[in-house]
């Protein structure tokens, strides 16, 4: 039986963007994964992003080469946390649970779409919004945020969830959550209240740690949600086995049905 569904995720991810199921019918796959590429953390995150938390831009650059061999390398350096990435417990917590130990069950299964574009960064997304949605146990919870990237000198804005959302999240067992954005927290009180400074670690990134307490990812950085409006769908987001590491960059896809 594990055979069989490992051999059912490989055939998913790997086909055309079409595929034609057994009885004939048509299964479609929507890629969600931002291209890694030098420039994606200005270009999605904005440059104030880099400077003020130190996170690195993408790098690229040739190792073997066709010149003195005939095959070619290319080294690529990426934080973890850029880009259609997972986080894992060691984001948010010192001796948080690291990437390499996630359940990958949790990074593949039945998706909600939930879209909150009509929300502000003064507006956060509340249980009562999440009442309105059909959400179940082992479902992957998506946030479709109204976001673009910031402006010269900015950092970007967006809607978040509050901790009640979250405690919400966590009592009806969902199996993991995802966003469009670069993160989900209310960055406003994050800056009101010194998240980035160590002395104010047990107050920082309550969302983050109230999911990732109980085992459940935070998937971020997805795109191309259109489609997925009123559509039922599965996603997959598989994580790279790295040692130790607080996330990884995700290959992220949505299998309509």
Not at 4 to 32: E, H, R, W
Not at 168 to 173: F, I
């Amino acid at each position: 039986m594990r055979r069989c569904s490992l051999l059912t995720i490989v055939f998913f991810v790997l086909v055309p963007s079409t595929i034609v199921a057994a009885g004939g019918d048509k299964t479609q796959i929507i890629d969600l994964t931002e291209t890694i590429r030098v420039g994606l953390v200005e270009q999605t995150a904005g440059r104030a992003m880099i400077k003020k938390y130190g996170i690195h831009e993408v790098v690229m650059e040739p190792e073997m080469n066709f010149k003195v061999t005939t095959g070619r390398s290319t080294f690529l350096g990426i934080s973890t946390q850029v880009g259609t990435h997972v986080d894992a417990g060691a984001h948010v917590e010192p001796d948080g649970w690291p990437v390499d130990q996630i359940d990958l069950d949790r990074m593949m299964g039945p998706g909600v779409l939930v879209d909150v574009r009509g929300k502000t960064a003064e507006d956060p997304v509340t249980p009562a919004d999440l009442e309105k949605q059909s959400i179940h146990e082992g479902d992957i919870v998506v946030f479709y945020f109204n976001y673009h990237p910031p402006k010269v000198g900015e950092l970007y804005s967006q809607s978040y969830l509050t901790d009640d959302t979250a405690r919400w999240l966590v009592k009806h067992k969902v199996r993991a959550i995802a966003s469009n954005t670069p993160g989900v927290e209310n960055f406003k009180r994050g800056v009101a209240q010194h998240w980035t400074d160590p002395d104010n670690q047990q107050v920082a990134w309550p969302v983050h740690k109230i999911l990732l307490s109980q085992r459940i990812p935070i998937i971020e950085g997805l795109t191309n949600l259109n489609p997925l409006l009123g559509r039922q769908f599965h996603l997959i987001a598989l994580p790279l086995k790295i040692a130790g590491a607080d996330g990884s960059p995700v290959r992220a896809v949505a299998v309509l049905r």
